[in-house]
């Protein structure tokens, strides 16, 4: 590899290290994104308002604070060619804070919290945290109240674990209850101290409003910890929310750095996927397809243009793939076995948790062949049921071809996951020739 090919590599996992620090939370993360979109040129689009899209111009709209849709048309032959997208998820595995979340004990503070989504919760503990997401202030509209963007980014929490004097078993494997033991500790209260509201309080004095001018609060845990490279030759990337961030910032940045002469590129970046996408902002809705028809009528298309652009279209629905892991030999299918920097994976399923169908599969190892990068395939154990992404929620509102990708990865919902370094690379790689491609 050349000096300056090195260089270019550095600069974007320092840029991925520093996308990471702000995007935080799913609102936050489609806030990192648009704040780079606008930076670049596109311009914001509103859904309420008919739209008159010009040849070689980009474009975003935020339908919702956390499903972000970008799109670059081209300068040449679009009214006939397909759509080529890329698809992912803001969201990842944590905790979400309750209402009147305050709980005092001998003037330690702690927070109620509830799960979202599936967190390994003992990586959860004694880890710096924060909080982040929406608050809602009183308007002279009754029905539209101004919402606040926040984020403390800085540790104002923390889960202590139990000292192993007073928990033997410990190392044995006990289960975690998470109302009474993720509770995150937030102050230690001084004599006189007001204990009631205190997060409201700290919250009004973070967002610059009055307590009582406050009328609900969307927040979220998250861990503060950066990320960084780690292995004996930072071969591997170690940081939180990979799953699936880094196919946020893979195709942010491809979409952003390719050009094209046909066609329209789209990145599709979508919440909730953690528990199911079945919201309006999640893949299991109209949205995307309400949008695709929106640029339809943008570009002033006959409705009958409209269904063989579709199924010329194609998706890559980039979300994370489950690695090799050394330590759990048996857990991977007894053939495909997914190495981290050995290729980004095709997931592939008989049972259609993953989209991906033999010609998609095929045209993606295409795409790899054309890139010059290496592909693997990942098929779950028999035994071991594996998880759903969003392949084929957007095939079942859309006649497009799919298929399901991601870089494999290692401690997957982890509160720090690991990727292979050049994984990453590619990924970007493999994104930008698939935005290009002029066929």
């Keep these: 590899m050349g000096i300056m090919r090195k260089m270019v590599n550095m600069d974007y996992i320092r840029d991925f290290f520093g996308f990471m620090k702000k995007a935080t939370t799913a609102v936050q993360t489609v806030d990192t994104v648009r704040e780079r979109l606008d930076a670049e040129g596109f311009m914001e689009l509103n859904l309420n308002e008919p739209w008159t899209l ?25 009214l006939t060619k397909g759509v080529k997208m ?20 001998e003037g330690m503070l702690t927070l109620n919290v509830e799960r979202y989504g599936g967190p390994i919760l003992n990586t959860w503990f004694d880890r710096p945290l924060s909080i982040a997401g929406r608050i809602a202030v009183r308007s002279d509209e009754v029905l539209k109240p101004k919402v606040i963007h926040l984020d403390f980014q800085r540790p104002i929490l923390v889960i202590p674990n139990l000292a192993i004097h007073m928990n033997r078993e410990v190392n044995k494997g006990v289960e975690i209850k998470v109302q009474k033991e993720m509770q995150p500790l937030i102050t230690q209260l001084i004599e006189d101290e007001v204990k009631d509201n205190y997060l409201l309080d700290l919250v009004a004095e973070e967002a610059g409003v009055d307590r009582e001018s406050i009328l609900d609060m969307d927040l979220n845990v998250y861990c503060s910890e950066e990320g960084m490279l780690v292995g004996a030759k930072e071969e591997f990337i170690s940081c939180p929310r990979i799953d699936d961030l880094s196919m946020v910032y893979a195709a942010m940045e491809a979409l952003i750095g390719s050009k094209h002469e046909d066609g329209i590129n789209m990145v599709a970046l979508m919440d909730n996927e953690e528990i199911g996408s079945m919201t309006r902002q999640g ?36 979300d994370g793939a489950h690695g090799f892991h050394p330590n759990y030999r048996e857990k991977n299918d007894i053939t495909n076995k997914p190495v981290m ?14 989209a991906s169908e033999v010609e ?30 969003l392949g084929p929620l957007l095939s079942k509102y859309m006649p497009v071809h799919v298929v399901d990708v991601g870089v494999p990865m290692l401690a997957m919902h982890s509160t720090r996951e690991l990727m292979g370094r050049q994984d990453f690379l590619d990924s970007i790689e493999i994104f930008r020739t698939f935005f290009q491609l002029e066929e």
């Design 54 to 78: 010009n040849v070689a111009g980009k474009y975003h709209l935020t339908p919702y604070p956390s499903m972000l849709v970008a799109f670059t048309i081209g300068s040449g032959e679009c």
């Design 86 to 105: 890329i698809a992912a998820h803001t969201d990842s595995p944590g905790f979400r804070i309750k209402p009147s979340p305050e709980v005092n004990s």
């Design 360 to 389: 998609t599969i095929a045209a993606f190892q295409q795409l790899c062949d054309r890139t010059g990068v290496k592909y693997q395939k990942f098929v779950n154990h028999s035994d071991e049921p594996g998880g759903k992404t």
């Design 283 to 318: 893949a299991d809705s109209v949205m995307l397809s309400t949008i695709l028809e929106k640029i339809r009528m943008g570009m002033l298309r006959t409705e009958q243009q409209l269904p063989p652009q579709l199924k010329d279209s194609f998706v890559i629905s980039a």
């Design 341 to 354: 920097n050995k290729g980004i994976a095709i997931k592939i399923s008989g049972n259609r948790s993953y």
